[in-house]
C-alpha cells in the first residue's frame, strides 16, 4: 500500500519543482522589523529545500500533504459536543481567526507584568524587542537536522502574538482559533521571551485552518517559568504541522503540554535547548486518535540538548489509537560534552485499541558526558485483559472500564500539568471524548 | 599471562577478572606472519571476480552469480546513516584475494606443512593436536580426540586452511567444511540456500561481499540431529592492504540443534585493512542455532591509527515453526564496527534472542545491534545490549523491533544499556519501533549512566586500585550477555573485556 503511495508520486517528490510550486501558492510578506529574518529563512529553505519521503527524518510520516502547493477545504464544523475548555477560568483572551488577530473579538491587552503585541501589527516598529528573536531559535534548529517547514513559516508567516513577560501576571494568557474560511492554510508565528525570574502560562485552544503551520519561539532567561498548555482541536480531514523551539536559561522551567484529538495529519517538533546549568524542560502529549477508516496519523518529533550542568528534562508522550490510528514518535536526547549531572528521561507508549492501529518509535540518546542519569522507555500493546476482566468482574460495564483504563493510561501524561483546575478540566474532556468514542 | 597477582582474591570477586585485570596488556594478537603470500592484483574489475571465482574452481553458475552481484555493486552507494566517521575507503587500493603460497598445493603431512602457518596457530594459542588437522594434514583426523571437541575451521586470509573433526562430524551426518569446498562438493545445497537470507542486492557490503568472498564455512545439519560438538571458525587476517570477505552459511534442517562459535583477530598495522563478511543462517522447523561471536580484530592504535574496518551483514531467518536463533556477540576489536545480526521470525512460534557486549575505547568507533523483524503468529524475541565507552571511542546500539500486522501475539523485550567511562566519550541508542497489531507486546527499555561512584568506592575499600575496580564493575554490567555464552569464549570474553579497556582510567 505504501509503495503503491510512493510510485504515484512524481519523481521529484519535495525536489526544488515542488518547493517552487509551494513558493508560488503563498504571499510572501515582506515583514517590517522580521524582514531579514524572513529573507535568512528563504534562503535557509531553499538551500535544504521541502522534505522528501525517503528523509530519514521524515521515516514514519509522508510529507507530501505538506508539501502541496494548498490543502483540500475543509467544512467548517458546528461547535461539537463539548463546551469549549477553560471557559470559566480567569484569564486574557486573544482570538485568532484563521490565524489572523482578531482585536474585536478579543480581551484587552493590557495586563501588569506582561507586554502583549501582535506580529502584524508591530512589524512596522523597527526597534521592536522581538526584532532579535523572530527566526533565531528556529534558525538555531537546524544544526542538526533541516526543519523545512520551520523555515518557511519563519519567511511565510502572517501573524502570531509577541509577549514580553516582565513579571508574574495575575491571569494566564489564551490564545482561541476560530475558523472562517474553509480552504484557509493558516501560517502565524509566535515570540515569547520571558525575562529573568518573571513566570506566564499560556493557553492555547480552538481549530485552524484546513491546513496549518505554527511556530512557537520561547525565550525562557534565567530563573523564569514558562507553561504552556494546548489542546487544540483538530477533527478529521485536518493537517497540521508545528514546531516549539525553546532556549531554557539557567534555573529556568519549560514546561509543555499538548492534548492532540484526532486530525488526518499532524506532526509537531519540539526543540528545547538547555543552554543555563540547572534548567528543568518537560515536553508531555496526550494524544487521542479515532482513525476513521485510517486517516489519522500524528507524529511527535522532539529533540532535547542538553547543553549545561544539571539540567533535567522529561519527555512524556502517550498514544491511544484505534480504527486505523497510526501514531508516531521520534523522541531525541542530546548530551553534549560538559553537560553533567545530567537526568534526562524520556517514555513514549501507545494504546492500541483494535487491530488495524500502528505505533512507530525512535526514541534515541545521544551523550557525550559521562556522569549523566539518562534512560528511555518505549512500549506498545493493547488493554489489558485481565485488569478489564477485573473491571468487569466489579460491575464496571465494558465500555467504561475500557474509558477508565485508557484514563489511567494517559495520567502520567497529564500530571504534566500542574494546576488542578486545568488538569481535571482536560480530564473531563478526555472522558466525554472516550465515552463518545467507546 | 603468567604472572600471578599479589592480590588476595576476596570474596565476591572472580578470581579469572583479577588475574585478567593483572595481565591486562595490549593488543595480543597484533603480530603477523612472514609468509610468502600469492596476491590477485589490486583493486576490483570483473576480472578480478572471475579471478577468485576460478581459484576456487567455481562452477560457471557461481561465477555468474558473482559477476551479477558485482555490477550491481557498481551502481550502489556506501551506506553514511551510521554514527561512524572514517576517511573515504579507497576500493580499488585492497587486494581481493590473498593465500599463502604452500596452501597452493595441499600439504600431505607435518613436514610439508609452512612452519611458519603452524607456527601462527600455535601463537594464537590452538592446540597441536587440533594444529595438525588444521594446517591441512590429512591423516590427522584419525588421531583421537581428546576433551575438547570443537571442531574448527580456520581461514586464513582468503582460504581455508583447514577443517578439524570432518570424519567425525560426517557420522553424524553434518556437513562441515569451507563454502569453497562446499559449492564444489554440494551445490544443490549452496544453490538453494546462498542468499536466500542475505539476497546479493541486499545492501552495499553484502553485495560486495557476494561479488568477491574468497572463504568462509559452510555447515548442514540434517533433520533431527544435535551437533555432537560445537563448530567453530577462525579468521585471521594476516596479509597488509588486504581485505577479507568471508561468507558463512548455516542451515539447521529440522529438529536439529548446533552452537556455531566464531572467533577474529588481526595484526596490528598503520593503515586500516577492510573486512566485510556474511553470514546467513537457515533455520527450519524445531531446530535451533545458537552463533556466538567474539570478535577481536586489531582496533587501531591509541591515537586511532590502523585497525580493521569491520562491515558486516548477519542475519538469521527462522523460515518455519518454532525454529529459534540466538545470536551472542562480544565486540571488542576493530577501529569501526557495523555490524546488525538480525532475525527474521518467519515462522510461528519462532524465536530470536540478541545478546551483545560492544566495547569501544581509545579511537574506536562501534554502531551495531540488531533488527528483529516478527512475520509469523506468536513470535518472541529479546534483546539485551550492553555498550561499554571508553577514551574518545563512540558506541552506538541501534536496532528495529518491528511487529508485522500478521504477526499477532508476538513479544518483544529490549533492554539496552550504555556505560560511560570519561568525559571524552560517547554513547548513543537509536531504536527503532514498528508496532502493527495490537495483540503484540513490545517494551523497550535503555539507560545510560556511569561507573557507579559507590560501587567504585566500596571496590577501592577492598583494595582494588581504580581499574581492576572498574573491571570489576564491568563485568558484572556485562554478566547478563556473558552467561549467554558458551563456557569457553564467556572465559575469553571475560578477559577481553578488561583489555580493550586497559588505560581507560585515570
Redesign the interface.
Known sequence: MADAALKSRPADAGGADALTARLSALDLPKGGFTAPARAAALARLKDMGLPKPRDEYWRYTDPAAFNAPSPQPLPIAGAGPDSPLFEDLDRLRLVFVDGVFDADASDDLALDGIEIGTLAASEADPGHWAADLYGTLEAESHKRVARPFAALNTAAAGDGVLIRVTGKPSRPVHLIHRRRDEAADVCYHHVIRVEPGAEMTLLETGMTGARSSFVLEVDVADQARFHLISAKRAGHQKLGWGGIFARVGAEALFKSFALSVNGTMMRYETVVDMVGDDAVAHVAAAVLGDGNRGDFHHDDTVFITHAAERGESRQVFKKVLKNGAKGIFQGKILVRPGAQKTDGYQISQALLLDEDSQFLGKPELEIYADDVQCSHGSTTGAIDETALFYLRSRGVPRDRAIVLMVLSFLADALAEVDDETLREQISDRLDAWLTRHA | MNTTPDLEVREGVDRETVETVANMGSYKYGWDTEIEMEYAPKGLSEDIVRLISQKNEEPEWMTEWRLAAYRRWVTMAEPK?A?LNYPEIDFQEQYYYARPKSMEVKPKSLDEVDPKLLATYEKLGIPLKEQMILAGVEGAEDTPADARKVAVDAVFDSVSVGTTFKDELKKAGVIFCSISEAIREYPDLVKKYLGSVVPPTDNFYATLNSAVFSDGSFVYIPPGVTCPMELSTYFRINAENTGQFERTLIIADRGSYVSYLEGCTAPKRDTAQLHAAVVEIVILEDAEVKYSTVQNWFPGDEEGKGGIYNFVTKRADCREARAKVMWTQVETGSAITWKYPSCILRGEESSGEFYSIAIANNMQQADTGTKMIHLGKNTRSRIVSKGISAGKAQNTYRGLVS?H?RA?NSRNYTQCD?L???????????????????????????????VDDEQLFYCRQRGMDEEQAVAVIVNGFVRDVLQALPMEFAMEAQSLVAISLEGSVG
Do not use: F, Q
Open positions: 546513516w554514527m511487529m500486522p499477532t550504555s560511560l567511562i570519561g568525559d571524552k566519550c560517547g554513547a548513543h541508542t537509536v531504536p527503532y519501533i514498528e508496532v502493527k497489531n495490537t495483540s503484540s507486546r513490545v517494551e523497550h527499555e535503555a539507560t545510560t549512566s556511569k
